[in-house]
């Protein structure tokens, strides 16, 4: 896998956007989850459907961000993803919650890593 020092200036940028878009993308999953679980229980089975299908709409965004700059925490979001939705698919949206802040929590290296980057080559 590739490390920040191994980028180029047009890998990174796009690493930083991809990195800000899935963190930005994945917060939202974690206040829909808390939502899901102050819903009556006989309106969950249908919100919970709706949260799987956003959560899954993400891997398209994942690969991409691989194909872009091949950096292990993509992979890293895929597998707490991966976690993420077998709670939410088992109507356990607030289990994914732990899933979804270790995804965060990757995107941000990503997106950190991107900007050091740029800031050293004196792009920000």
């Known amino acids: 896998m590739r490390r920040g020092g191994d ?17 930005a993308s994945l917060i939202i999953g974690t206040q829909l989850a808390m939502v899901i679980e ?6 969950q089975g249908g919100a919970s459907k709706v949260f799987s299908t ?19 925490e ?3 979001i ?10 939410v698919d088992s109507r356990a949206a ?11 929590s990757y995107a941000t290296t990503i997106s950190d890593r991107a900007m050091s980057f740029l800031k050293e080559k004196g792009l920000l």
Request: charged letters at 25%.
């Open 78 to 87: 895929r597998e707490a993803l991966d976690s993420g939705l077998v709670m």
């Open 94 to 104: 607030h289990g994914a919650m732990d899933s979804l802040s270790r995804a965060i």
């Open 54 to 72: 956003f959560l899954r709409s993400l891997y398209r965004d994942i690969g991409l961000g691989h194909r872009i700059s091949p950096q292990q």
């Open 74 to 76: 993509w992979v890293q």
């Open 7 to 23: 980028m180029t200036e047009k890998e990174a940028i796009l690493n930083f956007m991809m990195g800000e878009r899935m963190k």
């Open 38 to 43: 102050g819903l009556a229980e006989h309106e």
